[in-house]
T-cell receptor, first 111, second 112 residues
Framework: DAKTTQPTSMDCAEGRAANLPCNHS???????VYWYRQIHSQGPQYIIH???NNETNEMASLIITEDRKSSTLILPHATLRDTAVYYC????????????FGSGTQLTVLP | DAGITQSPRYKITETGRQVTLMCHQTWSHSYMFWYRQDLGHGLRLIYYSAAADITDKGEVPDGYVVSRSKTENFPLTLESATRSQTSVYFC???????????FGQGTRLTVV
């Protein structure tokens, strides 16, 4: 699976959009980009995933660049409950070892 | 209740003792995973299973044993616990094809 690079930490004002970047320059054509988050002391929670098209669900939007070397997770209206560590993962579809977590980005939503 | 549950939530054991952490899921997901999480590290994969009776090593398997006789259960055993195995352990399951993984709430294990 491709290695991903994320900033260590970010801050965002409550009510504003949080844009979390992820670099995956070595991603291969059959690798999806997955995003998970982990709120303090809880198990990770799935957010969204995509291959090459932009995706949106009730939690977030995922924007993947045309060359697929980077992506951005967007939380449109961040709340204090969105404070968490966000993990970007590049993983082959159907791989049994699909979830290899890096260090993630600590997002702090400020009141 | 539907979902994935881990037990116990908290465990203190002594060095050298055998301890088993339990993981149960109600969705009949094919894949199950065990991770450990330590301060300063992300989640590291210990073992995973693609189906009943099929298991394989992850990144940090030494000192751990797993089994999967039934699809819904995936216990993790520390045969002789060491202090370096003090950690938070997470179990996860996924159907495996273009689906999300669901994680349990974790077991906080302390080896003294």
């Amino acid at each position: 699976d491709a290695k991903t690079t994320q900033p260590t930490s970010m801050d965002c004002a409550e009510g504003r959009a949080a844009n979390l970047p992820c670099n995956h320059s070595t991603i291969s054509g059959n690798e999806y980009v997955y995003w998970y988050r982990q709120i303090h002391s809880q198990g990770p929670q799935y957010i969204i995933h995509g291959l090459k098209n932009n995706e949106t669900n009730e939690m977030a939007s995922l924007i993947i660049t045309e060359d697929r070397k980077s992506s951005t997770l967007i939380l449109p209206h961040a709340t204090l409950r969105d404070t968490a560590v966000y993990y970007c993962i590049a993983s082959r579809l159907g791989s049994a070892r699909q979830l290899t977590f890096g260090s993630g980005t600590q997002l702090t939503v400020l009141p | 209740d539907a979902g994935i549950t881990q037990s116990p939530r908290y465990k203190i054991t002594e060095t050298g003792r055998q301890v088993t952490l339990m993981c149960h899921q109600t969705w009949s997901h094919s894949y199950m995973f065990w991770y450990r999480q330590d301060l300063g590290h992300g989640l590291r994969l210990i073992y995973y299973s693609a189906a009943a009776d099929i298991t394989d090593k992850g990144e940090v398997p030494d000192g751990y044993v797993v089994s999967r006789s039934k699809t819904e259960n995936f216990p993790l055993t520390l045969e002789s616990a060491t202090r370096s195995q003090t950690s938070v352990y997470f179990c996860a399951s996924t159907q495996g094809v273009n689906t999300e993984a669901f994680f349990g709430q974790g077991t906080r294990l302390t080896v003294v």
